[in-house]
Every structure is written in C-alpha cells, then in structure tokens.
C-alpha cells in the first residue's frame, strides 16, 4: 500500500515554470514506477510523464516532450515533474500515481495507487 499527496499546483502566466511533488508514503517507494497524469473537466485522463523503479528510464508524452522533466528522490519518498514553458493548454488537474509493474507506463488502468490531484492553471 503506498499514499500519495500532490502539491506544487497554482496559478503561472504562459510561458512560466511550476513544479509538483508527489510524496509517498510506506517504505517501499522503490517497488513503484511513478508516474503523473492530467485531465481536464470532461474529459479522459491524459498520461504526462512516467518513471521507472530505478529512476533509470523516463517516458514522455509528445505534448511535454523537451518542457516537463519527471524524477525522483528515494531518500525523500517523492516524485517530482518540473514544467517549463507552460502554455494554456497545460491547465488541468494533475495526479501522481504508482504502479508495482506497469506493462504499459502510458496506460492508466496500470496504475493502481493515485494521488487527489493538484491543479494547474495556466495563464494566457
């Protein structure tokens, strides 16, 4: 069992940086992968960014390649996801989430563990 709490979100004009942390509970965050997704009102839960166990693989998707950069801190139990050169459409709710042994690190339904979500909202 692993709890997750997102903070980091708020309100950043376009062009901006944020960054979210993810701290995990338990004492087994190295068994997880970790990942963080986002959804907008109404829409499906849409898959960002993911790392591996190790820390040694990272997955992005296409919309954040080159601005987001996932990663994480064993000693601290967190996961982070630094977001650069924000644009409106990367407003949303954005969740953490860890999963033993994801098959398919961009499939939600890999992942069984999920935080409330924090929300970003972007500035035009």
């Known amino acids: 069992q692993v709890q997750l709490v997102e903070s980091g979100g708020g309100l950043v004009q376009a062009g901006g940086s944020l960054r979210l942390s993810c701290a995990a509970s338990?004492?087994?965050?190295?068994?997880?992968?970790m990942a963080w997704f986002r959804q907008v009102l109404r829409k499906e839960r849409e898959f960002v960014a993911a790392?591996?166990?190790?820390?040694?693989?990272?997955v992005y998707a296409d919309s954040v390649k080159g601005r987001f950069t996932i990663s994480r801190d064993s000693a601290k139990n967190t996961v982070n996801l630094q977001m650069n050169s924000l644009n409106a459409e990367d407003t949303a709710v954005y969740y953490c989430?860890?999963?033993?042994?994801?098959?398919?690190?961009?499939?939600?339904?890999?992942?069984?563990?999920w935080g409330q979500g924090t929300q970003v909202t972007v500035s035009s």
């Open positions: 989430a860890a999963s033993g042994t994801p098959r398919n690190y961009s499939r939600s339904s890999e992942y069984g563990y």
């Open positions: 338990g004492r087994t965050f190295s068994s997880y992968a």
């Open positions: 790392i591996s166990r190790s820390g040694g693989s990272t």
